[in-house]
């Protein structure tokens, strides 16, 4: 998994064109979902096309979709059968994103978001480890789970683990402090999204700014920069070719032991 993702979700009909720029730009981790009312999915599967064609490769891609439970879809535009068993709604929607991204495997599947009922939950991971025993999937995880009690509870339950806990990073939920130590007990990547727009006073704190000027970068910069290098890795949604040159050059420089900790401490 590369240490900093693009993420798609709201692009709509500049879909394919800023994913086919994010990975001309040098990203090759991407996320998606099968879920039309927050993503084109197929536009994903156009872009990476074209990047292709040019010669990419795609055992260099890192590609990550999920499986949007039935609460979470537009009932006009459900991507599987909606009367069909929860499990095989897991089928139908990981047969739909294959179709539309053009792909053979997937890097990465997350549950969008844990159902209702715990054992909902069971069930449709169960057929989530189904599609990685075929080796159709080769990660499994879930994303917007902030109770520690239960991702605990179903990492306990099954028998393919989460490799991904995948939530928006933001003080409203204490950064996830005691899950993100959850998942660094257990071996599970953490990925934050939304790190930048929920932390407009995060982004402002002298520490980071004063970090920014001593390094002549950006604060978007130095708080990917820290996530990075204490195992998180950040989704990067932007729009903007600046932007993404700015979030993959994080890696040509590293913050300094003192710095770190100062950093990590306003998380």
């Known amino acids: 998994m590369p240490r900093i993702i693009y993420g798609t979700a709201w692009k709509e009909n500049r879909t394919a064109?800023?994913?086919?720029?994010a990975i001309s730009m040098g990203f090759r981790g991407i996320d998606t979902a099968c879920q039309p009312k927050h993503y084109d999915e197929p536009g994903v599967g156009e872009g990476l096309a074209r990047c292709l064609k040019r010669g990419v490769s795609r055992d260099s891609l890192y590609l990550q979709t999920k499986f949007t439970p039935l609460a979470g879809q537009d009932p006009a535009r459900v991507p599987y059968d909606p009367d069909a068993s929860l499990a095989q709604q897991v089928a139908q929607s990981c047969e739909v994103s294959l179709r539309n991204l053009g792909?053979?495997?997937l890097d990465g599947l997350l549950m969008h978001s844990p159902l209702q009922q715990p054992e909902a939950t069971l069930e449709a991971w169960r057929a989530m480890e189904d599609?990685?025993?075929s080796g159709t999937v080769r990660q499994l995880g879930l994303s917007n789970c902030y109770d520690l009690a239960r991702f605990k509870g179903l990492w306990e339950a099954v028998k393919v683990k989460p490799a991904v806990l995948q939530n928006r990073f933001y003080a409203d939920t204490g950064y996830d402090r005691a899950l993100r130590a959850y998942c660094v007990e257990n071996g599970v990547i953490?990925?934050?999204?939304?790190t930048l727009t929920a932390n407009p006073k995060l982004l402002a704190d002298s520490t980071v700014t004063g970090l920014a000027a001593r390094y002549g970068r950006t604060p978007a910069q130095i708080l990917f920069r820290c996530l990075t290098q204490i195992g998180i890795v950040?989704?990067?949604g932007t729009t903007r070719e600046s932007h993404m040159r700015e979030d993959l050059a994080i890696f040509?420089?590293?913050?300094?032991g003192d710095e770190l900790v100062a950093v990590t401490?306003?998380?």
Do not use: D, G
């Open 252 to 256: 040509e420089f590293e913050l300094k």
């Open 265 to 267: 401490a306003l998380l």
């Open 17 to 21: 064109e800023l994913v086919e720029l």
């Open 234 to 236: 950040p989704l990067s």
């Open 103 to 105: 792909a053979e495997y």
């Open 131 to 133: 599609l990685f025993h």
């Open 190 to 194: 953490y990925q934050s999204f939304w």
